[in-house]
C-alpha cells in the first residue's frame, strides 16, 4: 500500500466553523507533512511531524492546529479561518524526515471559506 | 511551444513528439532535485529523482538532467503521450534541511 488518504474530498465552511482536515499512511512513515496549494502555485510547506513530534512550523497562524496521534495519522484542525485561507490542503508523507527522502502525498482536501 | 505570463507556464507539444520542461533552481547548496506530476484534482506524484553528484539520471521515459554551473535542470519526457498532460514541479532540498523548495511549475499540454 503506497498510498496517502485525506478526507474529505472537499469542505466548504464558514468563517466561524471548526473542522478537522484527516490524514492516513500505512506505509510506515515516521514523517508526515501539511502543505497549502492555491491554484496555479506550487505547494507551501506549513508542518513537519517526525516520530509524532512537531519539528517545523513554518509561521502558520494559530487558526491551523496540527495533531499526530499516532504514526499513521495526522490532522489538521480548522477555527475562525479566513476566505483567504481557501485552498488545496495536501498531506505528505516519508519514511523520515532527511534529504533525499522522497514524499508521497495524497489527492488533497479542497477547502473553501466561505 | 511556451508561454509565460499571468498563468502557469504552458508548454504544448503533439503526441509522439518528446518534451522538455526546464526549471531554474534557486541554491546553490541544494543537493536533491525532484520532479513530481500534478494532474488535475490530485495531489502531486513523485517521477523521478537526481542527487547533486550526478548529472544524469534516467527512467522509464523520462530523463532528468542537472547542470550545477547554472543551477538548471530538465525533464525529458520521451514520445509524449496524453496521460502526460499535467503540470510538473521541480523541487529542490538545500543539504542540512528537510524542506522542500518547489518551482513555479509548468503545464504539459498534449495535443493529438
Known amino acids: 500500500d503506497t498510498e496517502v488518504t485525506q478526507t474529505p474530498k472537499h469542505l466548504v465552511m464558514g468563517m466561524t466553523n471548526k473542522k478537522s482536515l484527516k490524514c492516513e499512511q500505512h506505509?510506515?512513515?515516521?514523517?508526515m507533512y501539511w502543505y497549502k496549494q492555491k491554484a496555479k502555485k506550487p505547494p507551501e510547506l506549513m508542518f513537519v511531524?517526525?516520530?509524532?513530534?512537531?519539528?517545523i512550523n513554518e509561521s502558520v497562524p494559530s487558526r491551523f492546529s496540527p495533531e499526530c496521534p499516532n504514526s499513521s495519522l495526522l490532522n489538521l484542525h480548522l477555527h475562525a479561518l479566513q476566505p483567504e485561507d481557501s485552498a488545496l490542503y495536501l498531506c505528505?508523507?516519508?519514511?523520515?524526515?532527511?534529504?533525499?527522502?522522497?514524499?508521497?502525498f495524497g489527492s488533497g482536501t479542497q477547502l473553501s471559506v466561505l | 511551444g511556451e508561454s509565460v505570463g499571468l498563468h502557469l507556464p504552458t508548454l504544448s507539444v503533439q503526441e509522439g513528439d518528446n518534451s522538455i520542461i526546464n526549471c531554474a533552481y534557486s541554491?546553490?547548496?541544494?543537493?536533491?532535485f525532484i520532479w513530481y506530476k500534478q494532474e488535475s484534482g490530485k495531489g502531486p506524484q513523485f517521477i523521478i529523482d537526481?542527487?547533486?553528484?550526478?548529472d544524469k539520471r534516467q527512467g522509464q521515459r523520462v530523463t532528468v538532467l542537472l547542470n550545477k554551473t547554472v543551477k538548471h535542470l530538465s525533464l525529458q519526457i520521451a514520445a509524449t503521450q496524453p496521460g502526460d498532460s499535467a503540470v510538473y514541479f521541480c523541487?529542490?532540498?538545500?543539504?542540512?534541511?528537510?524542506?522542500?523548495?518547489f518551482g513555479t511549475g509548468t503545464r504539459l499540454k498534449v495535443l493529438a
Open positions: 523541487a529542490e532540498i538545500v543539504g542540512g534541511t528537510y524542506k522542500y523548495i
Open positions: 505528505a508523507s516519508s519514511q523520515v524526515v532527511a534529504t533525499n527522502e522522497k514524499l508521497f
Open positions: 541554491n546553490s547548496a541544494s543537493d536533491y
Open positions: 537526481i542527487r547533486s553528484n550526478m
Open positions: 506505509m510506515g512513515h515516521r514523517a
Open positions: 511531524y517526525s516520530y509524532e513530534k512537531l519539528s
